[in-house]
């Protein structure tokens, strides 16, 4: 799994994690503020100029906003009856001004820079006990797992589609969720074996005494 | 469901967070009184994590879910992720499954499922997923939806109903597994 990174690079992919991030807070705050709908129209326009100037497969992605339309157009005709057509056009122009602007980041960025430039924002929070080695071992593990339920549910379904001919249901979440407590618990005990977070847990060990 | 600590609760939590994401990928479950209702099966996994983890380590799995959604993969239900997720109105509901895993788990976690009867645990577990997973999520989903696409509270409160039967028939669900895992584990085929 590769998620929504963009592969092969484009020049937008060398700038810093950081500065990305940077940017895109100070532009979002900026749409935010600006009301007029030509300026945020204009804008839009711009920002899906520049996913044109990026590559034709860069631009396919603007079909991201798909899953949207339905919200999107429920803003629209909300704020048409609120506040007339100006105030639709600049809401929805925003809302999508802001998606795109976040996807160029996502789309640019691979996840351990930007895993690296959250570790930066989150250094104060470290005395506090977040320990950032293990959270990004979840993340990890977190993306590993999803594939391995998949397959997981994917069985399970079989084995009720073979049994009763007809198709998985609710049913079936019962068992596969027992299933996968029982491998997670496999892999719970594989990391004591090999000693992951031990000194953390011989700390919780002392403190249980 | 048994207490666990160490490595299996890490690893349980990065299961969760797992499980919702796989909720959210799965061709349309079929339940058959929802016929036609909109479900994502996603909050199911919410409650779960507060059913089923607790109010922290399910509020803590819910966070991680989130975090590998904001980083960039595609776990929402329609194959949604990266940071322009937070800027869709419907980011509050997001937001609200923090919380509402949370208050789940503080009224219907393990600590709470502490009674033999079936009837006791399930209506504790459903009264849990309905404050939490239904009530505290609509608390952050419906003034964010109503903030950022100018609707007054009643019109995001009014769109937001559509999704009331799904979450109600998802708390039912949620609260029937509860009462199963209770008996397999005093059964001692524990999961």
Partial sequence: M?????????????????????MLAILSALALHIESAIYLTATLAFACLFFLVLGAKVFRRLLLLKPLWPIIAAVFFAQWYIGGLPAGIASVARLALMILLADLVTMSTPMQALMDAISWLLKPLRHTG??????????????????????TWQKHAEAWRARTGRRANWRIIAPFISNVLRIADHMGDSLDARGYGMQSSAASLERQR | MNIVSGNRLLVRICLFAALIATFGLLPRLDIPIAAGVPVTAQTLGVMLCGLLLGARSGALAVLLFLLVVLLGMPLLAGGRGGLGVLASPT?????????????????????????????ILFMRAMTGALAGGVLTVYAFGIPWLAWTSGMSLKAAMLAAMTFVPGDLIKVFLAATLVVYFNQSRTKGSSA
Avoid: N
């Fill in chain 1, 130 to 151: 977040l320990d950032f080695m293990r959270l990004s071992f979840c993340i990890a593990l977190v993306i590993r797992l999803v594939p391995l339920l998949l397959e």
């Fill in chain 1, 2 to 22: 590769t998620g929504l990174y963009h592969y092969p690079p484009t020049w937008l992919h060398k700038l810093p994690a950081g500065f990305k991030l940077f």
């Fill in chain 2, 91 to 119: 980011a509050g509901f997001l937001i609200g499954w923090i919380p509402g895993a949370y208050v789940t788990g503080l009224i219907g976690g393990p600590t709470a499922q502490t009674s033999a009867d079936r009837t």
